[in-house]
């Protein structure tokens, strides 16, 4: 199924985000859905779709969260409820099928977490690999790492690039986390290791709050009250191997088929892209995404991402409201989100055009990524 063109993002729903020891992650869930509908301008009985797009445990003491409870918290009676209880990013897809089968008109996506205080499966363990001191995914994604360490040259000359330009953007972003809290080259040198040869802001954020969009069709998104913003492309690759017996780790992943399915959709090539924003677990997954896309090859990422080509000011912007690195952990809908807030040209300082001076944006690429390089989905956006 071609879906270029034929569905928008019509809505974005934001709540506060970093530490709240007195929050659910069913208020979040609760409150950016209100925001992300209000946002497009709709009312609660117009919502007739609702997918929680992850599902963390809860922290003790805390509900279960469920799409009928939130549902229910929303006032809504939808006809189509979904939740994503695992890794594979296949939200969008599901969200689009919904809509393409006549199910619904009005599609929430939300996600929210209270991860700090939760058991957020990046701090899960499992005894087959903590017999081994393997005890987090931060250390899987590091094994990673070390391979095209290996094979490819890469590390964290290559890696330090990644964090400060995205440290920059959320210093242009007063609701990112990091906001206020530049990093130079050599402080990224001197943080800590977590797991090597990751350091500190080699890692994402884990914080509280929540995240939603509203998608319907082109048509109906004409009639409301935000510049259209299309899904032109979209793509899906699931490598479906732990690491234990993968062999992409170092590339290519997922992103190459999910990428060339979306640029094929989408009948544009990778220079017709203004923006990315690229799933950021960690700063690695930023340069192998960007290199299984095709913006350069294998072990050429040092010198691509030299001079400053994804901060402010650069030739390729990434991940602009400073991504999972630097301004929230909200999953695939931290770059979702992003996107589609240029596009719409609501994002003030950090705004991309004259503002900060690179292109004004027309098309912009999305990533998502799902347990180690397991799953791959790719989205491509166009202001109409």
């Known amino acids: ?81 979904s939740q994503e209880a695992n ?42 690999k ?44 007063p609701a990112a986390i990091m906001h206020q809290r530049p990093m130079t080259d050599k402080d990224y040198d001197d943080a800590p290791y977590i797991v090597e040869p990751f350091r500190l802001p080699d890692c994402c954020l884990m914080n509280d709050g929540g995240r939603a969009c509203v998608i319907t069709s082109v048509e109906r998104a004409r009639d409301l009250k935000h510049p259209v913003v299309a899904i032109t492309g979209l793509g899906q690759h699931n490598s479906s191997r732990d690491i234990q017996t993968s062999t992409i780790m170092d590339g290519p992943s997922g992103a190459k088929i999910s990428g060339e399915t979306a640029f094929r959709m989408a009948g544009i090539a990778k220079e017709d892209v203004d923006a ?8 690695y997954t930023v340069e192998l995404t960007l290199q299984d896309y095709g913006f ?34 909200f999953m695939g809908l931290t770059p979702l989100s992003e996107a589609v807030m240029q596009l719409m040209g609501r994002c003030g300082k950090r705004q991309l ?13 999305c990533s998502d990524n799902g347990g180690v390089f397991q799953t791959h989905a790719t989205a491509i956006l166009r202001r109409l």
């Open 353 to 365: 055009g004259p503002e900060t001076g690179t292109r004004t944006p027309e098309i912009i690429l």
């Open 130 to 173: 903590a017999v081994f001191g393997q005890l987090a995914t931060v250390g899987e994604y590091a094994l990673a790492a070390q391979r095209a360490m290996h094979t490819q040259g890469t590390g964290p000359e290559t890696w330090r690039k990644i964090a400060v330009s995205q440290r920059k953007w959320a210093h242009l972003n």
């Open 276 to 283: 990315c924003q690229i799933y950021d677990c960690f700063t």
């Open 87 to 128: 890794c594979a990013r296949s939200h969008l897809h599901h969200a689009l099928g919904a809509l393409e089968a006549g199910l619904c008109k009005y599609v929430v996506l939300s996600y929210a977490d209270t991860s700090l205080l939760g058991t957020n499966s990046a701090f899960q363990y499992y005894d087959d």
């Open 1 to 81: 199924m071609n879906f270029k063109d034929r569905y928008a993002i019509v809505g974005i729903g934001y709540t506060p985000q970093g530490r709240f020891v007195d929050r659910t992650a069913m208020s979040f869930h609760v409150e950016a859905s209100a925001n992300a509908i209000m946002d497009a301008g709709l009312d609660r009985k117009d919502i007739d779709g609702l997918m929680c797009y992850r599902q963390f445990s809860p922290k003790p003491g805390e509900e279960e969260v469920t799409p009928y409870d939130v549902a229910e918290r929303l006032g809504l009676t939808p006809t189509m409820l």
């Open 296 to 329: 350069f090859g294998p072990g050429e990422g040092k010198d691509w991402f030299d001079h400053g080509r994804i901060a402010p000011g650069g030739s390729l912007p990434v991940n602009t409201s400073g991504g999972l690195l630097s301004e929230g952990y």
